[in-house]
C-alpha cells in the first residue's frame, strides 16, 4: 500500500514537473526577464567578450531557451560560426641589433599591433616628427631635403604641443598614420620613439587588440636606443625634441648608423557564433516570407586597453546588464510569447542572437553576408539594443521608422501612452546591428531606451534595469511587430538616410566616398565596398558594391585604416583617382569630391 502511494506520488510529481516544463508561455514577465538579464550579466560569463568561453556559453543559454519554446534552428544546429580576429600579439622572431649589440624585444624596443612582419638592414635616418603637411594654415614638411628610400626611419611620436588638446599639429600626430607617410617616402622600417616632454616614463603600452598592417616592420623603440642610434651624430633625443619644440620646424638627419630589424606579428583567430533559431510560420502561403528580432549578446569582456570600455582604467568585468543582455532577454521574451500565441504570425519569425557587436557588428554582418534565408524574402528587422533603462519620463526610442510606410504610424498606434512615450527616428543606419539589414534593403525598427552613465562602463549591472518598464515595451513590440507578422502585404523599403554606419570612420574632416566598408579585415590587399551609397561622390565616380578599394591618388590602400589616413589627405572639391580590382580586373576611377 505505501509502496503504491509512493509510486503514485512520483507519478504525479512527474506529470507536474512535465506540465510545468513544457507549459505554454504567453506572457512576458518581470521574473523571466530578470532570471535572463542576471545569468547573463553574472561574473561567471566575464562579460561575454566575443571568442571567450562567456560568449560561448551565452550563445548556448540562449539556444537552449529558444528551443524550449519550441524554436527549430534555421539550419545545421542552430549556431551560425565564424572566426573574428581575437589578439595581436608579437611573435618570437622580433629582433632588432644597434651599433653590433643586440636589444631585447619588450624591453629596449617592442613590435607595434600595425607593424608588418619583414627584415630591414640599412642606414637610421631621422625625420623629426615625421609630418608630411600641407594646408593653408600650417606647413611642415619633415621629408623635404632627406632620402629615406629603403632606409629606416626613426620618428618622434605625437606633436611639438603634446599637452594642448587643441593643438593644430593633432590630426598628425597619430603613430600609425605618421608610419603610412614614412611607407609613401619609400622607406624600409619605422622607429617611433617618445620625447621626454610627450611621455616622461618612456614605457611602452600593451600591444592593441588589432591592428592593420602598414606592410613595414614598425618598432617603439626607448630613447637610450634611439641616443645611440644619434651617437654618431653626437645628439641626444631629448635636445632634439627641445630644439624642435621651440624651433618648430623640420631637422631631418641621415645618423649614419646602420641597424637590422626583424618584425614578427601573430594575429589570432576566435571561434564565434551568431545564434539564428526558427519559429514557422502558422500560414502555409506567407510561411516562407520572414520577420526578423535580434539583439547582441556580446559585451566587453573585462574591458582594459584596446577594448571600448569608457572605463579606461579599470580591468573588471563589464556586466552589459542594459548592453545587451536587456536585449537579449528581451528576444527571447518574444519568441516565447509568439511561439506561445496561437494566431500571432502567419509569416515565419526568425530569432537571432548576435555576436561580434562590440567589436564591429560582425554577427550582424556575417549573417547578412551569408544569410541561409533569400534576405529579399524578409520583410523586417527588428533589433533591440539596450532596452533595459526606461527611465521615469518613459521615453522609449523607436528608430528606422523611416524604413518603409507607416511605421511610425503603427507605433504610435499600439502604444499607450501612460505605459511608455514614444520617440522617434527616420534613420535606417544607427549604432547597432539593424545597420546590416537596412544596407542590403531591408526595413529596420530598432528599439532602445538609450545611453546612460553606466554605458560601457563595469557598473551596467541587472540592479539598474527596470523589469516593469521592459514587459510594457515587450507588449508594444508584440502588438507591432504581430500586425506585421500576420498582414498579407510585406512592407516596402524606403531609403532613410546613408547606408553607412554614422559610428564608423571615415568622418574625420567629413570628406567620404560614400560606401559601407567591409570593416572584418578578411582581405588584406584592399578595402571591400559592401555597399555603395547613391548620389554621393563614390556612387557618382562609379564605384560599386563589390570593389575592391586599392589604391587613392595612386598611393596604397590595404585596409580601413589606410582608407581613413587617405581620406584626411584630401581636400573637399578636389578630383582623386581611385584605383579598384573589379571581378580581378585593375579600374581607374575620377572621383569628385
Ligand atoms: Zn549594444
Ligand atoms: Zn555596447
Not at 568561453?53 to 524554436?71: M, N, Q, V
Not at 638592414?121 to 614638411?141: C, H, M, P, Q
Not at 529596420?444 to 539598474?464: I, M, N, Q, R
Not at 560614400?514 to 555597399?531: C, Q, W, Y
Request: charged fraction near 25%; aromatic fraction near 8%; include cysteine.
Amino acid at each position: 500500500m505505501k509502496h503504491i502511494l509512493k509510486f503514485k506520488l512520483a507519478v504525479l510529481a512527474l506529470l507536474v514537473l512535465t506540465i510545468s516544463c513544457s507549459r505554454v508561455k504567453t506572457e512576458i514577465t518581470t521574473r523571466e526577464l530578470s532570471d535572463h538579464i542576471k545569468y547573463l550579466s553574472s561574473d561567471s560569463l566575464r562579460g561575454r567578450l566575443t571568442g571567450t568561453p562567456g560568449d560561448s556559453l551565452a550563445a548556448e543559454y540562449i539556444r537552449a531557451r529558444l528551443s524550449g519554446y519550441g524554436l527549430v534552428p534555421l539550419s545545421g544546429d542552430g549556431l551560425q560560426r565564424f572566426k573574428v580576429t581575437d589578439k595581436v600579439i608579437a611573435g618570437k622572431d622580433n629582433a632588432l641589433v644597434v651599433n653590433g649589440t643586440s636589444l631585447t624585444s619588450g624591453e629596449d624596443f617592442t613590435p607595434v599591433a600595425f607593424s608588418g612582419n619583414g627584415t630591414a638592414r640599412a642606414e637610421v635616418v631621422f625625420a623629426g616628427y615625421g609630418f608630411s603637411i600641407d594646408t593653408d594654415s600650417l606647413k611642415w614638411d619633415d621629408y623635404k631635403g632627406i632620402d629615406v628610400k629603403d632606409k629606416w626611419v626613426m620618428i618622434l611620436r605625437s606633436d611639438p604641443e603634446p599637452d594642448n588638446q587643441k593643438s593644430k599639429f593633432a590630426p598628425y600626430s597619430n603613430d600609425r598614420n605618421k608610419a603610412m607617410i614614412a611607407r609613401d617616402n619609400g622607406a624600409a622600417g619605422v622607429l617611433l620613439v617618445s620625447g621626454q616632454s610627450f611621455d616622461n616614463s618612456d614605457s611602452f603600452d600593451p600591444l592593441e587588440k588589432s591592428g592593420f598592417s602598414v606592410g613595414i616592420p614598425v618598432f617603439r623603440i626607448k630613447r637610450g636606443v634611439a641616443d645611440a642610434i644619434l651617437s654618431l651624430k653626437k645628439q641626444n633625443i631629448i635636445d632634439i625634441e627641445k630644439k624642435l619644440n621651440t624651433l618648430r620646424k623640420p631637422s631631418g638627419v641621415e645618423t649614419g648608423t646602420i641597424i637590422e630589424g626583424r618584425s614578427e606579428i601573430l594575429n589570432y583567430l576566435a571561434n564565434t557564433r551568431n545564434v539564428v533559431m526558427l519559429l514557422p510560420g502558422e500560414d502555409e502561403s506567407l510561411s516562407n516570407e520572414y520577420l526578423i528580432f535580434g539583439a547582441h549578446f556580446d559585451h566587453l569582456g573585462m574591458g582594459g586597453p584596446g577594448s571600448s570600455s569608457r572605463a579606461v582604467d579599470t580591468v573588471g568585468v563589464h556586466h552589459g546588464a542594459d548592453d545587451n543582455a536587456s536585449g537579449v532577454a528581451m528576444l527571447l521574451e518574444m519568441a516565447g510569447k509568439f511561439a506561445g500565441t496561437k494566431g500571432s504570425h502567419k509569416r515565419s519569425l526568425v530569432f537571432i542572437a548576435f555576436t561580434g557587436e562590440e567589436v564591429g557588428m560582425f554577427g550582424s554582418k556575417h549573417f547578412t553576408d551569408n544569410p541561409v534565408i533569400n534576405l529579399s524574402d524578409v520583410d523586417a528587422m527588428v533589433n533591440f539594443d539596450m532596452v533595459g533603462r526606461l527611465k521615469d519620463t518613459k521615453e522609449f526610442q523607436v528608430g528606422g521608422v523611416g524604413t518603409a510606410d507607416s511605421l511610425k504610424e503603427r507605433a504610435i498606434a499600439v502604444a499607450d501612452t501612460n505605459l511608455l512615450k514614444l520617440t522617434f527616428t527616420e534613420e535606417g543606419s544607427g549604432p547597432s546591428d539593424h545597420s546590416a539589414f537596412y544596407s542590403k534593403d531591408i526595413p529596420v525598427l530598432y528599439f532602445t531606451t538609450g545611453a546612460h552613465e553606466d554605458y560601457h562602463t563595469p557598473s551596467d549591472t541587472w540592479e539598474k534595469i527596470n523589469f516593469k518598464g521592459m514587459v510594457n515595451e515587450g507588449n508594444l513590440i508584440f502588438r507591432m511587430t504581430s500586425e506585421l507578422a500576420n498582414e498579407p502585404l510585406k512592407l516596402k523599403f524606403k531609403e532613410a538616410g546613408p547606408k553607412e554606419d554614422p559610428n564608423r570612420p571615415p568622418r574625420r574632416k567629413g570628406i567620404t566616398l560614400g560606401f559601407m566598408p567591409d570593416v572584418t579585415g578578411s582581405i588584406s590587399n584592399g578595402l571591400k565596398v559592401e555597399a555603395v551609397t547613391p548620389g554621393k561622390p563614390g556612387a557618382i565616380g562609379g564605384l560599386k558594391k563589390g570593389d575592391i578599394i586599392t589604391s587613392i591618388e595612386g598611393k596604397v590602400v590595404n585596409n580601413i585604416e589606410d582608407y581613413m589616413f587617405r581620406m584626411t589627405q584630401v581636400k573637399k572639391g578636389q578630383t582623386i583617382t581611385v584605383e579598384v580590382l573589379r571581378n580581378g580586373k585593375k579600374e581607374v576611377l575620377i572621383v569628385k569630391l
